[in-house]
C-alpha cells in the first residue's frame, strides 16, 4: 500500500484545510487509517483514526469538535478536515494505514505510512 497526503500549506489562526491521502497499489477498504502530526522538536502524536468501515472514529481530545475524519472507500481516500485551527497544530501530518484499529490507540507499530504534508497556522 503506498498513501500519498496532500492539501497541507499556509492558512491563518481560525482558518481550515482539509487534506487528503490518497492509497494506491491495492484497497485500504479492509484497513483502518489515520492521521499522526509531527511539530518540530516535538514527538510524534496521534490526531484521529477511522475504521476500515468508517463507523468508528477516534480523536486525541485537542481536536475534538473542531477535526473531522472521514474515509471514500470507493475512491480510497481518507480526509481530515481542520477548522479552527491554532498556531501550535502546525506540523508534518502523516497519514497512515493499519489492517488494527487497536493500533492508532495503542501506539503499537503500523504498517503503512503517507511521506506526510506540511500544515502552517500563521498567528
Known amino acids: 500500500v503506498q498513501l500519498q497526503a496532500s492539501g497541507g500549506g499556509l492558512v491563518q489562526t481560525g482558518g481550515s484545510l482539509r487534506l487528503s491521502c490518497a492509497a494506491s497499489g491495492r484497497t485500504v477498504s479492509s484497513y483502518a487509517m489515520g492521521w499522526f502530526r509531527q511539530a518540530p522538536g516535538k514527538e510524534r502524536e496521534i490526531v484521529a483514526a477511522?475504521?476500515?468501515?468508517?463507523?468508528?472514529?477516534y480523536y486525541v481530545d485537542s481536536v475534538k469538535g473542531r477535526f473531522t475524519i472521514s474515509r471514500d472507500n470507493a475512491k480510497n481516500t481518507m480526509y481530515l478536515q481542520m477548522n479552527s485551527l491554532k498556531p501550535e497544530e502546525t506540523a508534518v501530518y502523516y497519514c497512515?494505514?493499519?489492517?488494527?484499529?487497536?493500533?492508532?490507540?495503542?501506539?503499537?507499530?503500523?504498517?503503512?505510512w503517507g511521506q506526510g504534508t506540511l500544515v502552517t497556522v500563521s498567528s
Open positions: 477511522i475504521s476500515s468501515s468508517g463507523l468508528g472514529t
Open positions: 497512515a494505514a493499519s489492517r488494527k484499529f487497536d493500533l492508532f490507540l495503542s501506539g503499537g507499530s503500523i504498517e503503512y
